[in-house]
T-cell receptor, first 114, second 114 residues
Framework: DSGVTQTPKHLITATGQRVTLRCSPRSGDLSVYWYQQSLDQGLQFLIQYYNGEERAKGNILERFSAQQFPDLHSELNLSSLELGDSALYFC?????????????FGQGTRLTVV | GENVEQHPSTLSVQEGDSAVIKCTYSDSASNYFPWYKQELGKGPQLIIDIRSNVGEKKDQRIAVTLNKTAKHFSLHITETQPEDSAVYFCAAGFSGGGADGLTFGKGTHLIIQP
């Protein structure tokens, strides 16, 4: 168990809908990272938050947004969903805000858009 | 941005033999190179990492080598065991942070044959 909790584990929704994925980082970790994993694209970095502030942005679509709350949990919001958004979404957390600190991954949320 | 190529995509070795996975990267500014292991149904787990001021690092049966001039790094697993079967990802990033975050290779499915 990495200590990073993601909910829900599975999500099935229709095209055009909006969903929210939740992540609770390890106790004491200030950074939260979101990744999307699909068969053809591999692991793609979406966005990082550090202590409530956006720190780095990757290949995140405009239809997607995220935030980190004062208690450090984070939510990833996906809207106007398309079939191609079906993927595993991982959250990871680390103590520091730099990439050379070990990041611990959660078990992921499998999103299926039908 | 950074581009990471990983080979092979599938590797099958006999139990007890060695396995080598190779990655190349494109951005000479990258200075942090972690390797992750992902078992079925779980999130990626960091197994070893190396920074650009080091050429080799070992941890029991696992070693990583880095050639900054050629921009490639490799994972070596010796005396492979059934529990080594998993998907392995290499990644490259700049420890100062930045918009690209960590860029992952597409993964290698390592199969240990009994």
């Amino acid at each position: 168990d990495s200590g990073v909790t993601q909910t829900p584990k599975h999500l099935i929704t229709a095209t055009g809908q909006r969903v929210t994925l939740r992540c609770s980082p390890r106790s004491g970790d200030l950074s939260v990272y979101w990744y999307q994993q699909s068969l053809d694209q591999g692991l793609q970095f979406l966005i990082q938050y550090y202590n409530g502030e956006e720190r780095a942005k990757g290949n995140i679509l405009e239809r997607f947004s995220a935030q980190q709350f004062p208690d450090l949990h984070s939510e990833l919001n996906l809207s106007s969903l398309e079939l191609g958004d079906s993927a595993l979404y991982f959250c990871a957390s680390s103590v520091g805000g730099r990439w050379n600190t070990e990041a611990f991954f959660g078990q992921g949320t499998r999103l299926t858009v039908v | 941005g950074e581009n990471v190529e990983q080979h092979p995509s599938t590797l099958s070795v006999q139990e007890g033999d060695s396995a080598v996975i190779k990655c190349t990267y494109s951005d000479s500014a990258s200075n942090y190179f972690p390797w992750y292991k992902q078992e079925l149904g779980k999130g990626p787990q960091l197994i070893i990492d190396i920074r650009s001021n080091v050429g080799e690092k070992k941890d029991q049966r696992i070693a990583v080598t880095l050639n900054k001039t050629a921009k490639h790094f490799s994972l070596h697993i010796t005396e492979t065991q059934p529990e080594d079967s998993a998907v392995y990802f290499c990644a490259a990033g700049f420890s100062g942070g930045g918009a690209d975050g960590l860029t992952f290779g597409k993964g290698t499915h390592l199969i240990i044959q009994p």
